[in-house]
Structure formats: structure tokens, C-alpha cells
């Protein structure tokens, strides 16, 4: 496998089959190629590149790509036709900051390459650069390299060793990242709000006054699950937040549990819109707090992750996402983790796929250390969705010491791993130094905002991942 590095420093090194656009849905067939690109799937450009890793003789005719009729196509997606009666290579970019196609393509018209045309693709910034086989190929990598132009593919032909089979560069991989980490830099800065997140926890910590549904002011003494006035106030402003904030679809799903109480679980659903919207990500933290008695603050315990819900769902509905969204605060996790557990069952029972969940829990105390512990288990799939939160933390919160464990108990992603869904916990360094754990002293000023707001950050970057924008 040929290697290509950019002037950037950027590096992409990959296989043919292993570059395909996922999820593209191709049809060879007698006189071209048809595919459809639809919501949710990867960029044009990685679509356009599916087209070509399609082909039997790996070439494509100018006019490289037609658009179909709406009528021959499924709802969403835009049918694109590649006929391959002639040999032409592609050579797919994308100006990485600006759209400059007429710049571009000068550049590359202006070099005289013998067989080269430029073509704009309809509705992206892309362009499609098609040399013939008699085509000086190196020579417009050459001029390429020297532009504005992030490589979406670039492909050898068949006279040039290795065969195009192998790919030296393929950015529709690079591009697609690029793409999505703007938009992960948009919503980290999003849930970046220290002061923001102080004031919430404040309020729902009992350190402020909340104002209720029907106007009303109320102090929020304790979250305990027995405690049930409290307990319902508490939910009923949490699910407000939700709605008013964030304009969520919410509901108050009731459970009993604990020797007959009722206790609730507050969930705000995110639709997706994209081809994985029937596909589940939930972000979850416990709102109910101990000790029991009519005074439990429950600040670090667990009013730090139960915040961190909340600015999460904020900022992730300003955006459209692939797949749908729930983000749960869990009752009654304190007497052993029976909301989440309830929340599981309910959604197997009515079901709903869910795919992966983060869960929060005692993410504001520092004391020892400033940093955060990925909870998981040796499960294959949760062993990667440890490494994804660990990398997103560690580019996003630097500051941040990072440790990972198998060893998963005592919160609410263990309901979800019984029930064979990947899924972590996000817990301080310090969750076994806290002196004032399951005490009426866990109140806000034991907190340390800024240790919270990046752990929260390094799930936000998750999120994206996990939740694909559509």
C-alpha cells in the first residue's frame, strides 16, 4: 500500500474494500453503476468513491455522475448513475475552508494536463477532477498537492504500479472527519459553560430557589426516592428544563420500587433524522441523592452528572443528528440502580434499540486529582467505546488525568451491560476520597465546576460520534 502525505501533514493509508462509503447502497448492472446517497450516510464525496470501489475494471466514463429522476429513487436519498463504458480515473476534493471551486479548477486546467476535466459536483463544495489513462496522472497530483484541495480519493490507474486496487490516499475518509470535527468543536464549546453549569447545580442542589411549571418558587431540600413530594418536585423541574430549554419531547415514566414507592425516570428524546434513526443513544445520569431525612443536597451525588445531562441536551438540539437521542435522569438509583434498570426493561419491552450509553455519575469532586474514570468492562464493544471516550477526553479536556477500568459496578451503566448494551461510566478520580458522600454536606460548594465541564465535554465529543449528524 502506497503511502501520501499532504502538505498539511495529514495521512491517510488504507485498503480498497477497506474505504468504501458504509451504508451506500450500490447496484452494478449492464450499462453502469447506480447508488444512492441518503441522509445520514457518509459525504457525497466517500459516496462517489463507493461508486467506483464498485466497478469490476475500477473506471468510470465522463460526464462522471448523473443524477436520476425523484422518481427512481427512495425518499431521502439522491440516486447517482455512473456509466462505465470508457476509462477515467477520480480524483475527488473538497477546499478544506472555503468553497474556491473556480480557483481550483483553473489551477488544474491551467497546468495543461493532457485528458483532464473538472467537473463541480451539484450540491457540495466537491469537485470531480477525470483523467484518461494517457493522462499524465502525476503530474495533476502534483499541481493538486500544491492547492487549497483536501484529497476526498485518489486513485492509481491500472498502468501505474501498484494496481488500482490499491489505494495510495483515500480522504473521504480525512474529509468526513474534518466535516464532523466541526461540528464536535461547536458542540464541546457548547457545553463549555462553567458558570452556567455552577447556577444549574446550584438550583437543583437546594442552594436557589427553582421556578416550577406553574410559576411557583421552590427550594429543592432533597432528591431522596422516599421522600416523595420532594422527589416529584425535583423530576417535574428537571422535565420543565428539558422541555422549555432544550424543547424536547419529555415524559415522567413511573416505577415503583424500594418496598412500594413510586419513583420516576425523566426522559427527553432527541429524534434523529437520518438513516439510523430507529437506532437508540442514551446519555443517562441519577438525580435521586441520599442521605435519607428531609435534608440531601445531593450536589456531587449526583447533581454534578444530572447538570451535565441537561447542558448536553441543550446544545445537542440545536443540531440534527443520524440516530435518536434520549437523555434520562434515573430515580432510584441509590437503592440499586432500579431506574435505569426499570428504564431498560420498559424500552426492551416497547421495542426500542438502543445501541450504546453513556452514564454519568460523581463527576465534580477533586481533591487528590483533577481527572475522570472510564468505567467499563473487557467486553469487546465496550472496550471500543472506552477508547472513544478516552480519546475525545483527551482532545477536548486536556487537562484531564484519564483512567480506564473494567471493573463496572454501583451505577447505572451496569443495567445496561446486563442487557448486553455497551455502555460506561464517567466517574471522578476522587468518587472514593469524598468526605461528604451520602451526607447532608454534599452540597455545591464541594464542587469543582471546571474538573465537571470536561468530563462532560469529553462525552459531548462522544456523543457526536456515536449520534452521527445528519
Not at 58 to 68: G, H, K, L, M
Not at 99 to 123: C, F, Y
Not at 234 to 260: K, P, Q
Request: with cysteine.
Amino acid at each position: 500500500i502506497n503511502i501520501m502525505v499532504s502538505k498539511w501533514g495529514r495521512l491517510a493509508v488504507c485498503a480498497a474494500v477497506v474505504c468504501t462509503a458504509a451504508g451506500a447502497s450500490v447496484r452494478p448492472g449492464g450499462t453502469g453503476v447506480a447508488v444512492d446517497h441518503c441522509q445520514g450516510m457518509p459525504p457525497l464525496s466517500a459516496t462517489l468513491h463507493t461508486v467506483y470501489q464498485a466497478l469490476p475494471d475500477r473506471t468510470v466514463t465522463v460526464p462522471s455522475f448523473i443524477r436520476a429522476s425523484s422518481g427512481e429513487q427512495s425518499p431521502g436519498c439522491t440516486r447517482l448513475v455512473a456509466p462505465t463504458d470508457g476509462a477515467v480515473n477520480l480524483l475527488l476534493g473538497c477546499p478544506p475552508a472555503f468553497d474556491n471551486n473556480a480557483t481550483v479548477s483553473s489551477s488544474l486546467l491551467e497546468a495543461n494536463i493532457p485528458g483532464l476535466v473538472v467537473r463541480a459536483i451539484p450540491g457540495s463544495s466537491c469537485l470531480v477532477v477525470a483523467l484518461d489513462l494517457e493522462a499524465d496522472f502525476r503530474q495533476a497530483v502534483e499541481v493538486a498537492s500544491n492547492l487549497p484541495l483536501a484529497l476526498d480519493a485518489l486513485v492509481l490507474p491500472h498502468s501505474m504500479s501498484p494496481p488500482a486496487a490499491n489505494v495510495v490516499a483515500n480522504a473521504a475518509a480525512l474529509g468526513q472527519r474534518e466535516r464532523a470535527m466541526a461540528t464536535k468543536d461547536e458542540v464541546v464549546r457548547g457545553v463549555s459553560d462553567e458558570a452556567g453549569y455552577y447556577s444549574l447545580l446550584e438550583q437543583l442542589s437546594g442552594a436557589k430557589e427553582v421556578k416550577l411549571p406553574d410559576g411557583t418558587y421552590w427550594t429543592i431540600k432533597t432528591r431522596n426516592t422516599y421522600q416523595t413530594v420532594q422527589s416529584l418536585v425535583a423530576a417535574e423541574w428537571v422535565a420543565d428544563w428539558f422541555t422549555t430549554e432544550a424543547n424536547l419531547e419529555v415524559s415522567l415514566r413511573e416505577f415503583t420500587c424500594c418496598g412500594g414507592t413510586t419513583a420516576r425516570n425523566v426522559v427527553a428524546r432527541l429524534q434523529g433524522s437520518g438513516a439510523g434513526a430507529d437506532e437508540v443513544v442514551v446519555v443517562g445520569a441519577h438525580m435521586d441523592s441520599l442521605p435519607t431525612g428531609d435534608l440531601a443536597p445531593g450536589a456531587v451525588d449526583n447533581g454534578s452528572g444530572t447538570v451535565g445531562l441537561l447542558l448536553m441536551a441543550r446544545e445537542f438540539a440545536k443540531h440534527s443528528w443520524n440516530r435518536t437521542i434520549e437523555f434520562v435522569a434515573f430515580g432510584a438509583e441509590e437503592q440499586g440502580i432500579h431506574g435505569s434498570a426499570a428504564y431498560v426493561q420498559q424500552s426492551a419491552a416497547d421495542g426500542v434499540h438502543i445501541v450504546s450509553a453513556l452514564c454519568m455519575d460523581m463527576i465534580a469532586y477533586s481533591n487528590r486529582y483533577f481527572g475522570v474514570t472510564i468505567e467499563g468492562t473487557s467486553n469487546a464493544a465496550i472496550q471500543e467505546l472506552m477508547r472513544v471516550v478516552e480519546g475525545n477526553t483527551k482532545e477536548y479536556s486536556a487537562d484531564l488525568q484519564v483512567r480506564l477500568t473494567d471493573n463496572s459496578f454501583g451505577s447505572d451503566h451496569v443495567s445496561f451491560q446486563r442487557a448486553g448494551i455497551p455502555a460506561i461510566l464517567a466517574i471522578e478520580l476522587d468518587d472514593t476520597n469524598y468526605p461528604h458522600y451520602h451526607r447532608a454536606t454534599d452540597t455545591v460548594a464541594q464542587t469543582t465546576p471546571k474538573q465537571a465541564v470536561d468530563i462532560v465535554k469529553g462525552l459531548a465529543a462522544t456523543l457526536v460520534d456515536l449520534a452521527g449528524e445528519d
